[in-house]
C-alpha cells in the first residue's frame, strides 16, 4: 500500500476529495514525525508505537578500504507493532 492507496481509501470512506484526503494523511505524518523528533513517544492502541532509540558510539570498519573508523551515536526512529497488529499478521 501507498500514501496514494491511503489518501484514496480515507476519500473514499469518508466522502471527501481525494486532496482533503491528502491533507489528512499528510497532517497525521507530520504530527508522528514531529512528536518522535522531540523525542515523545506516539503509541496508537492496536497498531503499534513510534519512538526513538539511541544507537551508542562504536568502532567500524570501512569495507572498502578495510581501516577501523568511529561511529559516532545517532538517533533511529523505531517501530514496535501492538498486539492486534501481530495477531492479525499471523491469522491464518
Request: glycine share 8%; aromatic share 6%; net charge positive.
Amino acid at each position: 500500500m501507498t500514501k496514494a492507496d491511503l489518501v484514496e481509501i480515507i476519500a473514499e470512506k469518508l466522502d471527501i476529495t481525494k486532496k482533503e484526503a491528502e491533507g489528512v494523511v499528510n497532517t497525521v505524518f507530520r504530527s508522528i514525525v514531529k512528536a518522535i523528533e522531540i523525542g515523545e513517544k506516539v503509541e496508537l492502541r492496536g497498531f503499534g508505537c513510534f519512538k526513538v532509540k539511541t544507537k551508542r558510539a562504536r568502532r567500524g570498519r570501512n569495507p572498502r578500504t578495510g581501516e577501523e573508523i568511529n561511529i559516532p551515536s545517532k538517533r533511529v526512529p523505531f517501530f514496535k507493532p501492538g498486539k492486534e497488529m501481530k495477531e492479525a499478521v499471523n491469522r491464518k
